[in-house]
């Protein structure tokens, strides 16, 4: 049967429902996109909310399969990391991006900053050696770079995340706090971790109209990430009321359908400057 939905078992175990039975199929179907090439990363813009220019990428993974069509990341992320995938799927994704910006360079591209989700599960000793390696490989500095960490993932294991990310900017890699809003981070917590920016969750966003609790909540989240010296990003902009009211709100960084969607990396070439003759 088509494949409706990936859920876990009891036993943690990941299972397909399709009205009928088909436990093992999932992780298997992950492995073989894997090799198969059916994954692939998208590039989506994050723009100076003022002037509009481009001043990063978010790095967004897609798996279009044959059969079922597009698979959302929300899917089989989770199925990813439970499967004990993700070590090598991050490390594949953070060699592709380091590949692609060189490879943008060597055609006389200015490349903006690249942010690559990075799940928790990544955050170990053999990333910081795996994350060394591929900016020596490619001969990048790793301020071309920047991870974006879940807010409610990080506070779990909290100290070994300190460490971690303290050692990824001593590379120069940004870090950013994602999904900012959604975690209940205690803040004494919030003001030890060593961040570079905060990302303020899309459901804030939705829910930001005029003088409204939204944008009440917003303004006071603005003011206590410049506190903490973060730069602020809001994802999900849709519109140019939210715009407005996000310049105005004092939050520097914008990403939204409003100014693009992720795409391909020949597409995005689009929104990098210089050029080969
Ligand atoms: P996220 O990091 O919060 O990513 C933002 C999500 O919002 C993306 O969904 C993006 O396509 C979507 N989005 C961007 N602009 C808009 C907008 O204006 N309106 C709306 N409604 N949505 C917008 P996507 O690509 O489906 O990714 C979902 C989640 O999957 C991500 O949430 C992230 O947590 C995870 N993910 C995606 N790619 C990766 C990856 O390479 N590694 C890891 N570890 N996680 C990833
Ligand atoms: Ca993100
Ligand atoms: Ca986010
Ligand atoms: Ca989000």
Same mark, same amino acid.
């Given at each position: 049967g088509i494949v409706r939905s990936f859920s876990r078992n009891d036993d943690g175990a990941i299972a397909l429902s399709t009205g009928e039975q088909a436990p093992s199929v999932a992780p298997a179907a992950l492995r073989q996109a894997i090799m198969d090439g059916q994954l692939r990363l998208v590039y989506q813009p994050q723009v100076d909310g003022r002037d509009q220019h481009i001043?990063?990428?978010?790095?967004?993974?897609?798996?279009?399969?044959?059969?079922?069509?597009d698979i959302?990341?929300?899917?089989?992320?989770?199925?990813?990391?439970?499967?004990?995938?993700?070590?090598?799927?991050?490390?594949?994704?953070?060699?592709?991006?380091?590949?692609?910006?060189?490879g943008w360079r060597a055609q006389g591209y200015q490349v903006p900053v690249v942010a690559i989700n990075v799940s928790v599960l990544q955050l170990d000793q053999a990333l910081l050696t795996h994350v060394a390696q591929v900016l020596s490989t490619y001969q990048l500095e790793g301020a071309?770079?920047?991870?974006?960490?879940?807010?409610?993932?990080?506070?779990l294991n909290f100290d070994e995340c300190v460490h971690i990310i303290s050692k990824l900017r001593q590379?120069?890699?940004?870090?950013?706090?994602?999904?900012?809003?959604?975690?209940y981070s205690s803040l004494d917590k919030l003001a030890m971790l060593p961040l570079d920016r905060l990302k303020l969750d899309k459901s804030f966003v939705t829910a930001l109209t005029d003088a409204s609790h939204g944008y009440h909540m917003?303004?006071?989240?603005?003011?206590?990430?410049?506190?903490?010296?973060?730069?602020?990003?809001?994802?999900?902009?849709?519109?140019?009321?939210? /715009?407005?009211? %996000?310049?105005?709100? @004092?939050? !520097?960084?914008? /990403?939204?359908? %409003?100014?693009?969607? @992720?795409? !391909?990396?020949?597409?995005?070439?689009?929104y990098l400057k210089g050029r080969p003759d």
């Open positions: 001043v990063g990428f978010e790095v967004l993974l897609r798996w279009h399969d044959p059969d079922q069509g959302p990341p929300s899917t089989f992320i989770p199925m990813a990391e439970s499967m004990g995938l993700m070590p090598v799927l991050g490390n594949w994704i953070i060699d592709r991006v380091c590949r692609q910006i060189s071309c770079l920047e991870f974006e960490i879940t807010e409610s993932r990080m506070m590379q120069g890699i940004g870090i950013s706090l994602d999904d900012f809003g959604t975690g917003i303004e006071a989240i603005v003011r206590l990430a410049h506190l903490l010296r973060l730069t602020v990003v809001a994802e999900g902009v849709e519109t140019r009321r939210q /715009q407005h009211l %996000l310049n105005e709100l @004092g939050c !520097e960084i914008l /990403q939204g359908y %409003l100014f693009g969607a @992720g795409v !391909e990396a020949d597409k995005a070439i689009k």
